[in-house]
T-cell receptor, first 113, second 114 residues
Framework: DSGVTQTPKHLITATGQRVTLRCSPR?????VYWYQQSLDQGLQFLIQ???????AKGNILERFSAQQFPDLHSELNLSSLELGDSALYFC????????????FGQGTRLTVV | GQQLNQSPQSMFIQEGEDVSMNCTSS?????WLWYKQEPGEGPVLLIA?????ELTSNGRLTAQFGITRKDSFLNISASIPSDVGIYFC??????????????FGKGTLLTVNP
């Protein structure tokens, strides 16, 4: 158990819908990272927050947004969902801003039908 | 974005055999990391390498940071069934990426026959 909690574990939704994925980082960790894992693209960095502020952005679509709340948990919002958005979404957390010693959650498997 | 070329894509080996996998990049990285992912789980960090030429071991695992900073390899000695999983290399920093994110390889699927 990495100490990073993601909910829900599985999500099935229809195209055009909007979903919210939630991540609780390890106790004491200030950084949260979101990654998307798909069969063809592998693990792709989406976005990072550090202590409530956006720190870095990767290949995140405009239909996707994220935020980190004062209690440091984070949410990833995916809207106008398309079939191609089906993937595993991972959250990772670390104490500092650098990724190296980050720990991954178990992921949320999103299926868009 | 920057891609890491990880090979082989998959390996089928017998228990007790040694395993070797590697990653190459056209750009340099400041840090190389190796992760293992098992079904239903997130990636777990196995080894982190911070200096060109560095050779680091973690039990039966050994990894090296290439001297050119553009490659890394991971060796697993005397494999056991619980070594099954997908192994990912990842690079951070340098001209290949940023300090805030990792660039991952596509993974090596390892199957160990008892």
């Amino acid at each position: 158990d990495s100490g990073v909690t993601q909910t829900p574990k599985h999500l099935i939704t229809a195209t055009g819908q909007r979903v919210t994925l939630r991540c609780s980082p390890r106790s004491g960790d200030l950084s949260v990272y979101w990654y998307q894992q798909s069969l063809d693209q592998g693990l792709q960095f989406l976005i990072q927050y550090y202590n409530g502020e956006e720190r870095a952005k990767g290949n995140i679509l405009e239909r996707f947004s994220a935020q980190q709340f004062p209690d440091l948990h984070s949410e990833l919002n995916l809207s106008s969902l398309e079939l191609g958005d089906s993937a595993l979404y991972f959250c990772a957390s670390s104490v500092g801003q650098g990724f190296t010693e980050a720990f991954f959650g178990q992921g949320t498997r999103l299926t868009v039908v | 974005g920057q891609q890491l070329n990880q090979s082989p894509q998959s390996m089928f080996i017998q228990e007790g055999e040694d395993v070797s996998m590697n990653c190459t990049s056209s750009s340099i990285f400041n840090t190389w990391l190796w992760y293992k992912q098992e079904p239903g789980e997130g990636p777990v960090l196995l080894i982190a390498l911070y200096k060109a030429g560095e050779l680091t071991s973690n039990g039966r695992l050994t990894a090296q940071f290439g001297i050119t900073r553009k490659d890394s390899f991971l060796n697993i000695s005397a494999s056991i069934p619980s070594d099954v999983g997908i192994y990912f290399c990842a690079g951070q920093g340098g001209s290949g990426g940023s300090n805030y994110k990792l660039t991952f390889g596509k993974g090596t699927l390892l199957t160990v026959n008892p």
